[in-house]
């Protein structure tokens, strides 16, 4: 079935230890976000890549990086992980404008921070 | 800056009963997504609503976009135990901002 994967389910890292989390997509969709998502909160968007054009979210900490080299794969990268980055981080993909297509999530990674 | 706001944050329903869970918007939206987001799962798109004034069922879940577009709806018929989870709303801004409904928690008592 066409889907959006990630890897790994759970990440334990140690705090300052870079750490990168990866998704894929059999969709061939143009679209790939990454939200970080705490606790009983909504998910929150980092940022997105609109075919190789990327798009930063202006609250979105210089902390995170991403790279995208193709359209079936996207990475999320933490280059100095905080405490408060511990959560559970989604990629989602979609097609066509950001605007008017449905989202359609992966099973997400959750990040621990040590 | 545009604001979506969801009510209520929790509703806790005996099994059978009804349940609802409003989006409301400072500015007139172009398009409204609601999705479900099981515990310990990932949301799931459930419905996209575009014109004024739409009405949207899918068996038990009936979505509602407002006359004006600055508000939706997504109710639900006779709860199950299977509709236990957090409910979003997501719009899109002018600038094709995504803005994520803070999100109404559903639990169900047997």
């Known amino acids: 079935d066409a889907m959006v994967i990630q890897n790994p389910r759970y990440q334990v890292t140690q705090f300052g230890k870079p750490v990168t989390l990866s998704c894929s997509q059999t969709?061939?969709?143009?679209?790939m976000y990454w939200y970080q998502q705490k606790s009983s909160q909504a998910p929150k968007l980092l940022f997105h890549y609109y075919d190789k054009d990327f798009n930063n979210e202006a609250d979105t900490p210089d902390n995170f990086q991403s790279r995208r080299p193709n359209t079936s794969f996207c990475f999320l990268d933490i280059r100095s992980p905080g405490l408060g980055d511990a959560a559970m981080y989604l990629c989602?993909?979609?097609?066509?404008?950001?605007?008017?297509?449905?989202?359609?999530f992966g099973d997400g990674t959750r990040l621990s921070i040590l | 800056g545009q604001q979506v706001m969801q009510i209520p944050q929790y509703q806790h329903v005996q099994e059978g009963e009804d349940f609802t869970t409003y989006c409301n918007s400072s500015t007139t939206l172009s398009n409204i997504q609601w999705y479900k987001q099981r515990p310990g799962g990932h949301p799931v798109f459930l419905i996209q609503l575009v014109k004024s004034g739409e009405v949207k069922k899918q068996k038990r879940l009936t979505f509602q976009f407002g006359e004006a577009k600055k508000n939706s709806s997504l109710h639900i018929t006779a709860t199950q135990t299977t509709d236990v989870g957090t409910y979003f709303c997501v719009s899109y801004s002018s600038a094709s901002k995504i803005i994520f409904g803070s999100g109404t928690r559903l639990s169900i008592r047997p």
């Open positions: 989602a993909t979609s097609r066509g404008r950001v605007s008017n297509q449905p989202q359609h």
């Open positions: 969709l061939n969709h143009n679209v």
